[in-house]
């Protein structure tokens, strides 16, 4: 077992300052906000502004949409995202400034931020003044451009103490002109009667990884970045060895007409697995680059005439940016194929493929010596002792403790008692493999019912099924339901028949295809429940689990959603969409009546 990490270096405190801005326009405010800070990092020691050399400053745009990358501040603009809807996190300075962009209507927008702010800046008064009291700090201040009288007055009910800006002149009847102009900037400080809940306690920065595929390394990664001491159990001799050792697996994001959950989650994972694989040192097929993989764009097929129409439609109705997706016709698609195809699709010029392995190697790497790696070791039972759990194999020993646990070992969380009852099972998926001289090479990914990538390494992937067996051992059936799909797509690509060559794994999935992210329910408690907060949990214990088909792009962001929730931080995802992976989901659902 790894040497123990003392107590105080586990919980050293990481200042964090959370600024949360209702406007961006090219990132003025937060260039200057920035600038300020790093001031305030290389003052000297004894000077009262300087912060810690580790304090983190944590942004939070809200914006109506996103400029496009060429009218931003030029040192905005390398990995500046796509203008699309949703929350978007970038990072600079390794990590030391985080900047969050919500791109939506104010009124939707901002009532789905999770986060406690230390500091509001308003460039102009808003509707839902009243909102901002919900993320307000005690003591948090807010800097508001335009004030009217009736934006004082809102200022006030929500909790803010105000003072006229030294310009505005102390002179009552001056102040109350400039306010009612709306031309008076105030400073305000939150400084509400109500009870507020103070601010988190800081975290003790130990845990045990259950898994090392996808899920269980992507942990790993945004631990240690966050300065955590992580301990990686794996019952196999290496990383990636389940439903994480394909190949060559695809990433793309959903499309729907009604733009639901699981369209905006995919969205958000897609986006955030390339920006967090470029920081990991970017993909390159050939392998000079930590990730195996390419952007060379992903295809997707219309089944017939009118899907290809609702494909059409949905692409029209979205005005989604064309490096994002969008439509062609039959006829670009066949020149993409380089064969006839009768519809058009959706064409994803930045998904692609990747290893699986590859990513997963690249982000344990990444951890560096706060991560210790634990092979040929099984968990199959937990104790908790004196606030920490145990970590034991079959036989009662102790593989690991830390105060925090996270499974991410699939279905093999269905083996311990306090996860038995989670509602997830598995389907078997067997990919077939076609050399280069079986299949033509396909320049991008291409996918209807089954998908084929371009040669990785001189063998082309196509798959894969969907079957509700337990057999682990490569069939012919499975192979020729394979090989039907390809045809299906390019008529006469196969001319004979290939030898059975291929790989088969395990997703693990719950009923409602979504991964489970957070902190995991207490299925023996008895308790009465209407909300998720109402949930009881297992204290120090949480899932990273049911990936199903897209753990290439579930991982990174489940990863940073679950260690935004250990250390207290913003959430990267909105509201909604955090609750929409909870664990806890499908046990509220059984206690309401309803069927899981």
């Known amino acids: 077992m790894p040497a123990a990490v003392s107590v105080a270096e586990s919980v050293r405190k990481r200042p964090r300052h959370v600024v949360l801005a209702t406007g961006f326009g090219a990132g003025e405010h937060f260039l200057a906000t920035l600038a300020a800070w790093h001031h305030r990092a290389a003052a000297p020691a004894a000077s009262p502004p300087a912060c810690p050399a580790d304090a983190i400053l944590h942004y939070i745009a809200l914006l109506p949409g996103l400029p496009a990358a060429q009218a931003v501040a030029p040192e905005l603009r390398a990995g500046w995202p ?4 949703g929350m978007h996190r970038l990072e600079f300075d390794n990590g030391r400034v ?3 962009l919500a791109v939506g209507e104010l009124d939707a927008t901002l009532p789905q931020v999770e986060a406690r702010v230390d ?3 308003l460039p102009a008064p808003i509707a839902p003044m009243r909102a901002l009291a919900k993320l307000a700090l005690p003591g948090a201040t807010l800097d508001l451009h335009g004030a009217d009288e009736s934006a004082l007055k809102a200022l006030r009910s929500a909790g803010f103490e105000w003072q006229p800006e030294p310009h505005s002149g102390s002179d009552p009847e001056i102040a109350a002109q400039l306010a009612l102009n709306g031309a008076m900037r105030v400073r305000a400080v939150f ?3 109500k009870p507020q809940p103070p601010r988190a306690p800081e975290p003790v920065r130990r845990a045990v990884v259950v898994g090392a595929g996808m899920a269980g390394a992507a942990a790993c990664e945004r631990l240690a970045a966050r300065g955590w001491e992580v301990t990686l159990l794996e019952r196999h001799a290496q990383p990636a060895q389940e439903a994480s050792g394909n190949r060559a697996g695809i990433f793309m994001p959903l499309l729907s007409r009604d733009d639901n959950i699981p369209t905006r989650l995919s969205r958000a994972a897609y986006l955030y697995a390339m920006r967090r694989w470029q920081r990991l040192g970017g993909l390159d097929a050939g392998g000079e680059l930590p990730v195996i993989g390419a952007q060379c764009g992903v295809l997707q097929l219309a089944r017939d005439a009118e899907h290809a129409l609702l494909q059409q439609e949905v692409a029209a109705q979205w ?20 064969a006839p195809t009768p519809d058009g699709g959706w064409l994803f010029s930045q998904g692609g493929w990747a290893n699986p392995a590859s990513i997963c190697r690249a982000m344990l790497d990444a951890c560096g010596e706060r991560l210790t790696r634990v092979f040929h070791a099984e968990a199959l039972r937990l104790e908790r002792a004196g606030g920490h759990w145990q970590v034991r194999a079959q036989a009662g020993a102790v593989l690991a403790e830390a105060p925090h646990v996270i499974l991410a070992n699939g279905a093999g969380a269905l083996s311990i008692a306090q996860t038995a009852g989670l509602p997830l099972y598995t389907m078997r998926g067997q990919v077939t493999h076609l050399t280069e001289q079986d299949f033509p090479s396909l320049p991008l990914v291409v996918c209807r019912e089954a998908y084929m990538t371009p040669p990785v390494q001189g063998i082309i992937s196509v798959g894969a099924t969907y079957d509700s067996d337990t057999d682990p051992a490569l069939r012919h059936a499975s192979q020729q339901e394979n090989l039907s799909r390809a045809r299906d797509i390019l008529p006469g690509a196969l001319r004979h028949e290939p030898p059975l060559a291929g790989r088969v794994g ?4 719950a009923p409602d295809r979504l991964p489970l992210v957070g902190p995991l329910p207490d299925y023996g ?3 009465r429940m209407e909300r998720l907060r109402d949930v009881p949990r297992h204290a120090g214990l949480y899932g990273l689990l049911g990936y199903a088909s897209r753990g290439l792009i579930w991982a990174p962001l489940a990863a940073e959603l679950l260690a935004a929730q250990l ?5 990267p995802l909105e509201a909604g969409l955090a609750a929409a992976l909870d664990p806890a989901r499908f046990l509220l659902k059984s206690r309401r009546g309803g069927q899981v």
């Open 82 to 85: 796509v203008n699309v809807p």
């Open 98 to 100: 985080v900047l969050d």
């Open 119 to 121: 500091a509001f800046h």
């Open 191 to 193: 400084t509400s009667r």
């Open 319 to 338: 005005n989604y940016p064309p490096e994002f997706v969008r439509w062609v016709d039959a006829r670009e698609a066949g020149t993409l194929l380089g």
């Open 506 to 509: 395990f997703r693990c999935m």
């Open 525 to 527: 408690a008895p308790h």
């Open 567 to 571: 250390e207290h931080e913003p959430l």
